[in-house]
């Protein structure tokens, strides 16, 4: 009985470890598309993941927390858009990333930009609600910066 018990406890315990793992789109039409159907904003994160420091620093100290894991559930869809340096890209993303970091104006890494996006005619429309980078204190200051921007009726 003790052995039945303990399966189930650590059954349920991997359950509950995959589920709070978040989906990070890397094809932003995928993510409009997902975007729009739950009704909640992209939080699109322009990174160097394989030699930006503040980049990996950002991902250590926020985003690979639990409570980012569960803010991110309640209030975006992810969209990680990345220009490495040593690690293979396809053609395409790498082209798609490069449009993008052009048409927002991205100039440094890490930056986060939140935006909605609608597809008409098969030109995307981007409205921008905010952005930032990394910000220095853990997960409750920069998700306090985040909600600003995505919540700014209820900071």
């Not at 990174?47 to 639990?66: A, F, H, M, Y």
Request: aromatic content about 12%; glycine content about 8%.
């Amino acid at each position: 009985m003790k052995k039945i018990f303990l399966i189930t406890l650590f059954l349920t315990g991997v359950f509950s470890i995959q589920a709070q793992e978040l989906k990070w789109y890397t094809d932003v039409r995928e993510a409009i598309t997902e975007s729009n159907k739950v009704h909640k904003p992209m939080l699109m994160f322009f990174t160097g993941s394989d030699w930006c420091g503040w980049c990996i620093r950002l991902q250590n100290e926020v985003l690979k927390t639990p409570e980012f894991t569960k803010w991110a559930a309640e209030n975006v869809v992810l969209v990680e858009l990345d220009y490495p340096r040593r690690t293979p890209q396809a053609p395409e993303i790498k082209n798609q990333n490069n449009e993008l970091q052009q048409a927002f104006g991205i100039q440094g890494f890490p930056t986060i930009y939140f935006t909605s996006a609608e597809a008409i005619d098969g030109k995307v429309n981007f409205k921008g609600l905010g952005q930032t980078g990394y910000v220095a204190g853990g997960p409750t200051a920069w998700l306090a910066v985040a909600n600003g921007i995505v919540n700014p009726k209820k900071s």
